[in-house]
């Protein structure tokens, strides 16, 4: 397949379908459906859902019990057999059908003219506006059955999976409408033996309010099964004598809206999405507790039969029907944003809260660069003294100037020391490394423009020598401000170094975030208005660790040219790290959220003229450096990391947490699985 398939890299196109109905016509409804299945086929849709009894209408009470009726509905069903000869979709669709005497409400799965099997409802409402029991029998008990339809047998029960056995992961399991509505819907049992793409076929009459409940149990349904969930309902075209319908159509995948239609449409519409079958298989590997379930209630959830059927995709480029984040750390739409900036300010400041607390120590010293961590870390110190009720005064803030560090960044230190009202000092380390580098025998001592990695540790190393023994001076801990980006990536000093504190209220939460971070606390006025100008002033600095002094043209030694865009690689650290998601996965999905700046959402604030779009060589480049780093060489940094609270749900990397790793691991298979499936252009 070409690398640009999206059925190259896991993932299912799906589509949940409405059409214009017409009661008591099985002709004109199949008619219907074979219009939107060979749409479905245009778009190389995987797995098409139609709604409840969408042969025959779903509205029509007693002319369902009438042998015209009943006839015609199997005939539509031999059609639109013979007629999905050529169409990839599997589809399910609705349809009243004779079994074993009684009348059953069912979803018929039909796939390149084969019958591969029909599910009866199971649970009939009859209630309120619902009287299906006076015309259906339960699909329960009728598992292991066999039907026939014209010249065509086909599984029947409760009891069937659909598995494409050429494209892994594609498991589908179909019911309808009241099934989803009962304490345990059967596409519980369903997911647990295997299901990734639960189906509902449904038509549900609309009454004000009811779109949100519908919305609320697929979604959840489809959290709690680590799955998909399609849901499709009746629309236009049904019979408005006691009721009325709108047709809603939706897709979610593991808690997360993908898609959904306008509700109360004038025709025939469609939600389609692709699922991402991997996401679904990883988070099933990682959360034991659902194979736990599985086994809880072993004989229900292994007493499925499975259809096999081939899907034969398309091997070349279809596009990608999903939106990829730019920034997954970071939210694009602006109400969900601003809640997670609430909440991860918060969970760090009550955190350092906690710490504080426990250990009854009212002193913290950190180190403020005027760059963006220590700048984020000082700003949670100081809510957290106000929330303990403690003076600022109690933050000592030191702000220690070496050879590389700048006049804007020293500035925008004290000033924001100085607004805070926290405790300012300078402590300037340079005779410390002049010393320190000239006892070694370093060429820099001797006057050579010598910038190595000795040069730059003697500096680092001081900086968090000098603010241990003031912690102990002062019986005061020492506030980390390392991030979890730089954690990933191995960019931090080790030991006698930035990655060695006290308690890191830094160490959940990823570069890309800290921006966000800063910018919501200036925005919001958590402190006075002297406080958010500074803020503001700072998030224009560049990215540096300032050990390096500038060249000629002034420009400050730059983090990013080393180990790469802090936007890029974060948005590969999150797919690691949540999903373990293979190399060349993680470089289609990045040609997707990446290739341009116009295309997708970029969060609120983020600044127009540090968005940028990269090339597939790129997105390349920097994942090779990003898997070299991360796995070949940085984890004995993480395996001694301090505490410090978990923050997005993307996860963290302590060893006592999410990332439990050797630190004597290597980076071999994932870079030879970059080299070998992605490529270069």
Known sequence: MSFTSIYRHGFARVAACTTRGTPADPAANAAAVLEAARACHDKSVAVALFPELALSGYAIDDLLMQDPLIDAVEQAILDLVQASAGLMPLLLVGAPLLYDGRLYNTAVAIHRGELLGVVPKQHLPNYREFYERRQFASGAGTEGGTIRIGDLTAPFGPDLLFSAEDQPGLVVHAEICEDLWVPAPPSTMAALAGATILANLSASNITIGKSDTRRLLAKSQSARCLAAYLYSSAGTGE??????????????????????????????QMAVADVDLDLLRQERLRQGTFDDNRRLFGQAAGGFRTVAFRLDAPEEDVGLLRAVPRLPFVPAAAERLEQDCYEAYNIQVAGLVQRLRATGIGTVVIGVSGGLDSTHALIVAARAMDRLGLPRTGILGYTMPG??????????????????GVTARELDIRPAANQMLRDMGHPFASGEAVYDITFENVQAGLRTDYLFRLANQHNGIVLGTGDLSELALGWCTYGVG???????????????????????????????????????????TEISPELVPAGSDKALQSSESVVGPYDLQDFTLFYVLRYGFRPSKIAFLARHAWADVTRGE????????????????????????????????????????????????????????????????????????????????
């Open 239 to 268: 019979s408005t004598t006691d009721l009325a319908w709108d047709g809603q159509t939706s897709i979610f995948e593991n808690g997360e809206k993908l898609a959904e239609t306008d509700r109360f449409p004038d025709g025939a």
């Open 403 to 420: 050879f590389g560090t700048s006049e804007g960044t020293k500035s925008n230190a004290w000033k924001l020391m100085t607004a805070l």
């Open 498 to 540: 930035d990655q060695m504190s006290h308690y890191n209220v830094n160490a959940g939460v990823p570069k890309t975030l800290i921006q966000h971070l800063i910018r919501w606390v200036g925005r919001t006025g958590q402190f006075q208005q002297a406080v958010s100008e500074t803020l503001d002033a700072i998030l224009k």
């Open 602 to 681: 970029w969060p609120e604030g983020y600044p127009l003229e540090k968005r940028r779009a990269y090339s597939p060589a790129e997105i390349r480049d920097w994942l090779r450096v990003f898997l070299r780093r991360f796995f070949g060489f940085s984890q004995f940094k993480r395996s001694a990391m301090p505490n410090g609270p978990k923050v997005t749900a993307g996860g963290s990397l302590s060893p006592r947490g999410d990332w439990r790793a050797p630190s004597d691991g290597n980076a071999r298979i994932w870079l030879e699985e970059l080299e070998r499936e992605v490529p270069a252009e």
